[in-house]
């Protein structure tokens, strides 16, 4: 089992920045990709950004946010990031970190079928 807990959502303006924090805890040599997800109201869960947990971190990202959001992991805390940057009204969601069971060699699904553990999210919300 591995545990997962968001931090760091909130309310920006556009252009702002925020960066979101996910706790990994629990069982966690079981689990080598680790993504972040969001679900805007309506809308089915999108896939944004996933990482190796062990090696090479290989960040891969949706397109809409490249260039923008920036997934990173510090493994003597467990804690995997998502830095949001340049934030825009459509980036308003409930934000998800997830992890896979299992070793994996590439992390590059941003398939919400394909991951096991779920945190309970961090709402990010921009408007002005």
């Known amino acids: 089992q591995v545990q997962l807990v968001e931090s760091g959502g909130g309310s920006v303006q556009p252009g702002g920045s925020l960066r979101l924090s996910c706790a990994v805890s629990g069982n966690t040599y079981g689990s080598t990709c680790l993504g972040w997800f969001r679900q805007a109201q309506g809308k089915e869960r999108e896939g944004v950004a996933s990482?190796?947990?062990?090696?090479?971190?290989?960040?891969y990202y949706t397109d809409s946010v490249k260039g923008r959001f920036t997934i990173s992991r510090d493994s003597a805390k467990n804690t995997v990031y998502l830095q949001l940057n340049s934030l825009a009204p459509e980036d308003t969601a409930m934000y998800y970190c997830a992890a896979r069971k299992g070793r994996f060699a590439s992390c590059t699904s941003l398939n919400f079928n394909d991951y096991d553990y779920w945190g309970q999210g961090t709402q990010v919300t921009v408007s002005s």
């Open positions: 990482i190796r947990t062990l090696g090479g971190a290989s960040p």
